[in-house]
């Protein structure tokens, strides 16, 4: 069962059989030395996977993986932007929304990019004014969504203008690139565990 910070229950449990063991080693002298050592250790490494979680939705947590080199980056190589497939298998791309930096997943099943009511506010992309709300279908249902266009999209070499999307509070921290966006490249296929962008005019970075 999943909490809201994006680990699982049995995953904290852990964690406090590792601050029990920290308490119970200070009884000891070397041995204990060497068990709060390897407990040590190994809370890092539970920290470290807990932010690499939540790093796909938090910026904050992002920068955090990204720092300690643990985030797998996508890069350019030649005209090419290649992906690899995250942990979880999907493919995450760092996006700049007019300054904005957001990672957002590609999901190819997605009709519209669609952004969360905090990074369109973040990238100060503003709502039209139509009266009447889009209703869009996720995987819990029918969400009304209102619609917007962000002025400059940009991942790696690749720019997209004018890109229509669609934002509620809805998505909760979820940013999504749909296929209106995937349909302006030149061409986009996936290899093996590798996502590859390909742009009709690739851009400097």
């Avoid at 030395?33 to 407990?39: D, V």
């Avoid at 539970?46 to 955090?64: I, K, S, T, Y």
Wanted: hydrophobic share 45%; charged share 20%.
């Amino acid at each position: 069962m999943a909490d809201g910070f994006g680990g699982s229950v049995p995953l904290y449990s852990l964690i406090a059989i590792v601050v029990v063991v920290l308490l119970l080693a200070r009884r000891f002298r070397i041995i204990g030395r060497l068990l709060s050592l390897a407990t040590l250790v190994c809370g890092f490494a539970l920290v470290v996977m807990l932010a690499g979680e939540r790093g796909r939705f938090d910026p904050m947590f992002a920068r955090f993986t990204k720092f300690l080199h643990f985030d797998q980056g996508q890069e350019v190589v030649g005209r090419e932007m290649r992906v690899p497939m995250a942990d979880d298998g999907h493919f995450w791309v760092t996006v700049n929304l007019d300054g904005v930096e957001r990672r957002m997943l590609v999901d190819s099943g997605a009709t519209v990019t669609a952004l969360s009511s905090t990074t369109a506010a973040a990238a100060s992309v503003e709502p039209s004014s139509s009266p009447v709300p889009m209703i869009i279908q996720t995987a819990n249902g029918s969400v009304r969504a209102e619609t917007a266009t962000v002025p400059e999209l940009r991942i790696g070499n690749i720019v997209a203008r004018d890109l229509p999307i669609v934002t509620s509070p809805a998505f909760g921290d979820m940013d999504v690139l749909g296929m209106n966006f995937l349909s302006r490249l030149k061409s986009w296929r996936v290899e093996g565990r590798t996502l590859i962008l390909t742009p009709n005019h690739p851009q400097g970075k």
